[in-house]
């Protein structure tokens, strides 16, 4: 509770205030103690004597006060009434059409106002500025005097955040002192939430005065927007409608040109050839042109609108273009991303269209080729990926991000397919993209095998002295280093029970660490480190000697046998068929490292292919570590089972997925091998089928993961593994229905989408009809999700409310330049689902399409904050006037000087009543104290020299003979002391203690005379 009583008695305003307590009551305690203490001190007085009692009283009545101030929170405040003023500054390029005043430019002329200001301002007043764009920024810390920290220099930005300005500002101020904010702008906010931060001013009780930027560009000719129909069906032409924007007194003749994707569209089909521009007219204001397209393909469009005049006739070329999209639905359209390669991985593709499921020469891409924009996987229902590792030959960083984004947020399809370089093997642990799976590509506890055995065998060759990219090219070394450097961090990814051998060959192999347990890696490191390049290149004496040492141990101390071969150049000729046939008989798998353009890279991939291993082609020592610690990690967890007698397969019908487990019959094919994963413990996963025996491990297993769906089969589709499922007629139906299961439902029909740009957001409305009786299409539940071009930014729920009969709207973010996506699903009452899509695009030169300044906005800022609207770059405004603005308070709590003075208070307590004090000796003290004072301050006539010198020798003469006669040894002798009569005796009055108490007064008395005299 705080102490903020009305006047009390007519006096002014107290500057003490209670958190904890009203004045009134604090008195009331106070007098309520109060009574206690002088109670209970009036039976001291008796034996201490009045004074000593009294004071004690009085010292204990001061700690009480301080005890109820404590007990009362008090704290001291005080009114400011110094004037500190921000200067809001905008730098946005759209105020670059401010007309220059006086003929300055605007920048000069915003600091010759900003000094002037700061020159006329209270002494005691602060003044600072914060430039503002697309973010703000501190130019001059508010100061007494204005100092500027950055050079108010224009830069490129994307546009308008007035509200970052005024957030900035209010974390700026100083507490001690009245606030103004002074808004310089031409008010057309394209990011941020204005009226957010204006709130936030009034709640922190400061003003904003307004400086309007004001202009009309005019003369300009612009597209203000493109609008195109959202969803369209395959073969079904459409129109756009341009917005052109004049701001000329005449007409003005011009050309449109429209591109889709970049590419020219035909505007006038009966004509011969492209006709990729169209003449046009644009009349003062509003010119809206209709543009027939011709029939588009199936999969995302973006079309681009540029108007083109003649210069004079343009004013600001930036705000000469426009873009939107729209989506053309047909067939089912699939992306297959390939990780197996040659004619085994076109052999899903051909089933698929074998089931009408075609893909196209351009949705056949492998994974380096895969699309890192979200924008350019938007026209695909599913897309399919097959034997893809993470990093080295898979995916990388930004392209698992636009997967993730398509599935979760767009509700797109993924079908992950298995494969020796897939899931587990292929490095997605911890991904991104395994939290989209519905499994965790870790294989489950109960799986876990005995140690794995590796043995790396590293080209030595004298071309492996060759300088290699250390880290993008910035800086270089051998690749002898570099592969010495991999090899040695692939050891530390071992168990200490796994095995390790090093081969280093050139013409002939030489084992620089023999096949051991990997118990000291730091010995094992050194021997590698010996290794130093020599001579040629021979591969095939290298794989016979690690064939040889890895086939000596038992599947019980390896359960795994892998051999990674590296190098750099073209090997002498070798009988690989039957090094091949080694391996597959000892269950040995072969991966390969080409390094460099020299290497020859179709035979090491035939090797890899064969050995059951992975590929790679690395030039660049940072992925040449990865694919080391890679292929380490791979064995230290078997994620591949590849039994003798292969998997039996069975079918759960009870998974919900009856029209898949259909298509398979009763007996599905067995599998010769499979990845290892773990279903999620989720409700919505679903395990349609599973291997046979104890450890039923998943084979396909989905679920829907935020808008999307996404699956998972953990065998392969190639003869590797489905060697038993390309013989059976279950092969291309099954595929076709795992993908259309998991495929994005088609576009709902009877639903019309719009977008209106609303400053910083964009409005989305979605007019619902009743395909039934046309009539608006009431009680639907509409929500998604919308993602915006940052791949970094986590999407936008969008939930939508019925406006009106079949009217449903919401707004979202667009702040930042850039497409984007929302995914909608529709949900009837009775529960039927659907699928709708929508978008938009944001210009870079958005604010540019604004032709003149908001002043309605800068005027509701200034009514809102109870600010003024005040003349540009006039310095006699007043901005550090003190009307209209609130009186500051300082609050400081006394809690830390009242606790030293109530311990000070109970020791001079304890000092009143322990300590007696002789009234004499106090006077006697006082009187001394009172003489040496004036013998210090008064002043005397000095005599002459003569005169003083006589008078000094009498005194000496008279000492003489007074105070040194014989006989006489006492200084005091002319004033003698009767001690016999001062002497007490037994029979006086009171007896001897009050006699010695008396004769001790007398004696005092007599000293003082003669001090006296």
């Not at 936030?200 to 493109?226: F, H, M, Q």
């Not at 429209?258 to 007219?281: C, F």
């Not at 698929?352 to 996987?377: C, K, Q, W």
């Not at 292919?609 to 064995?635: H, I, N, Q, S």
């Amino acid at each position: 509770m705080t102490g903020t009583a009305p006047l009390i008695l007519g006096l002014p305003p107290y500057p003490l205030r209670f958190d904890y307590l009203p004045l009134p009551l604090v008195i009331l305690l106070f007098v309520a103690i109060s009574a206690i203490v002088i109670r209970l001190g009036l039976t001291t007085i008796k034996w201490q004597g009045p004074a000593r009692g009294w004071t004690t009283i009085g010292v204990r009545l001061a700690g009480v006060w301080v005890l109820c101030l404590l007990i009362a929170g008090a704290r001291w405040e005080r009114r400011n009434t110094d004037v500190e003023v921000i200067v809001l500054r905008d730098a946005s390029a759209s105020t670059a059409s401010t007309a220059h005043p006086r003929g300055v430019a605007l920048a000069d002329a915003e600091d010759d106002y900003l000094r002037s200001v700061a020159a006329k301002k209270p002494k005691n007043d602060s003044i600072g500025v914060i430039r503002f764009d697309d973010r703000a920024t501190i130019e001059a810390f508010p100061d007494h005097q204005l100092r500027s920290r950055v050079p108010a220099m224009r830069r490129d930005s994307d546009g308008t955040n007035i509200a970052d300005a005024i957030h900035l500002a209010l974390a700026s101020f100083r507490g001690d002192a009245m606030r103004r904010l002074v808004l310089m702008s031409d008010g057309n906010a394209t990011q941020g939430d204005t009226a957010a931060a204006v709130s936030a001013a009034i709640g922190a009780g400061v003003t904003i005065d307004v400086v309007p930027l004001k202009y009309n560009v005019s003369n300009d000719v612009a597209i203000e927007r493109i609008v195109a129909p959202f969803h369209k069906h395959e073969g079904e032409p459409f129109t756009l409608e341009v917005v052109v924007r004049s701001t000329h007194q005449q007409p003005v003749y011009g050309s449109i040109r429209v591109t889709d994707g970049g590419l020219p569209v035909d505007l006038d089909p009966r004509m011969p050839g492209v006709q990729a521009m169209m003449e046009v007219t644009a009349r003062p204001g509003v010119t809206p042109v209709r543009i027939k397209v011709p029939p588009a393909s199936p999969g995302l469009h973006t079309y681009a609108a540029t108007i083109e005049t003649a210069p004079q006739a343009d004013a600001l070329p930036a705000n000469d273009s426009a873009e939107t999209m729209t989506f053309v639905s047909g067939r089912l359209r699939v992306l297959y991303v390939d990780g197996v390669g040659g004619i085994s991985g076109g052999m899903l593709p051909t089933a698929l269209a074998s089931e009408g499921i075609s893909i196209g020469d351009g949705d056949r891409v492998t994974p380096d080729h895969f699309p890192a924009d979200v924008r350019l996987l938007q026209g695909y229902d599913a897309i399919v990926i097959a034997n893809v590792p993470r990093g080295v030959n898979g995916l990388g960083r930004e392209q698992e991000l636009a997967l993730c984004r398509y599935v979760r947020d767009l509700g797109g399809g993924l079908l992950v397919v298995g494969g020796p370089a897939a899931l587990g093997a292929g490095n997605w642990q911890d991904s991104e993209l395994e939290s989209v799976l519905p499994v965790s590509v870790t294989p489950p506890d109960r799986r876990q095998m005995p140690p794995g055995a590796l043995v790396i065998a590293m080209d030595r060759s004298g071309s492996m002295a060759d300088p290699i990219s250390a880290s993008g090219g910035a800086s270089k070394t051998s690749k002898q280093d570099a592969a010495v450097s991999a090899a040695v961090q692939a050891l530390y990814a071992l168990y200490a029970n796994d095995y390790i051998g090093v081969i280093g060959f050139n013409t002939t192999p030489q084992w620089f660490v023999p096949l051991r347990l990997d118990r000291d890696p730091g010995i094992t490191a050194a021997s590698i480190r010996t290794m130093s390049p020599q001579g040629g290149t021979s591969i095939g004496p290298a794989i016979e000697q690690a064939i040889e040492a890895l086939s000596q141990l038992s599947s019980e101390q390896a359960s795994s046998r892998h051999i990674l071969l590296m190098t750099d150049g073209v090997s002498e000729p070798a009988n690989y068929d039957a090094m091949l046939t080694k391996l597959q008989q000892h269950h040995i798998t072969l991966s390969t490292v080409a390094v460099g353009s020299d290497a020859d890279v179709a035979m090491l991939s035939q090797l890899a292919l064969r050995g059951g291993g992975c590929a790679y082609t690395v030039a660049d020592a940072a992925k040449l570590r990865e694919v080391f610690v890679r292929e380490a990690t791979t064995l230290r967890r078997p994620f591949v089972v590849e039994p003798p007698g292969g998997i039996p397969v069975l079918a759960d019908p009870s998974s919900g997925s009856r029209k898949l487990v259909d298509r398979l019959g009763n007996q599905p094919p067995r599998l010769g091998g499979m990845v290892l994963t773990s279903p999620r413990k989720h409700p919505g996963v679903q395990v349609p089928l599973f291997a046979a025996g104890g450890d039923h491990d998943a084979v396909l297993v989905h679920w829907l993961c935020g808008l999307g769906h996404a699956a998972v089969f953990a065998g392969d589709a190639t003869p590797r593994w489905a060697s038993a499922w390309l013989q059976s007629p279950v092969y291309g139906k099954f595929w076709a229905e795992a993908v259309r299961s998991i495929s994005r439902p088609a576009i709902s029909e009877d639903f019309e989408i719009r977008t209106i740009p609303d400053g910083p957001r964009t409005k989305l409305i979605v007019e619902a009809a009743d395909g039934g009786s046309g009539r608006g299409w009431s009680f639907l539940t509409i929500a998604g999700r919308c993602t915006s071009p940052d791949a970094h930014a986590p999407a936008q729920d969008l939930h939508l409310q019925q406006t009106g009969p079949g009217i449903y709207e919401t707004t979202f973010d667009t702040t930042d330049p850039g497409a984007y996506f929302c995914s909608l699903q529709v949900t009837t009452p009775s529960g039927k689902r659907g699928a709708l899509w929508a978008g938009a695009i944001v210009a870079a030169d958005r604010e540019l399409r604004d032709l003149q300044s908001n002043d309605a906005l800068l005027a509701q800022i200034a009514q809102d904050t109870g600010g003024r609207l005040l003349p540009a770059f006039d310095a006699t405004a007043g901005i550090f006037s003190r009307a209209g603005l609130r009186a500051s308070v300082s609050s400081q709590p006394l809690r830390d000087l009242l606790i030293p003075w109530l311990l000070a208070i109970m020791l001079i307590d304890v000092a009143v009543r322990r300590v007696a004090f002789d009234a004499n000796a106090m006077r006697h003290l006082a009187i001394v104290a009172n003489d040496r004072a004036r013998a210090f301050f008064d002043t005397r006539k000095i005599e002459s020299a003569p005169a003083m010198l006589g008078a000094l020798r009498r005194t000496r003469t008279e000492l003489r003979e007074n105070r040194l006669k014989p006989g006489d040894c006492s200084p005091q002798a002319s004033h003698p002391i009767n001690v016999q009569q001062q002497l007490p005796t037994e029979s006086a009055p009171g007896g001897y203690v009050v006699g010695l108490r008396q004769a001790k007064q007398r004696a005092r008395e007599i000293i003082r005379q003669q001090n006296l005299s």
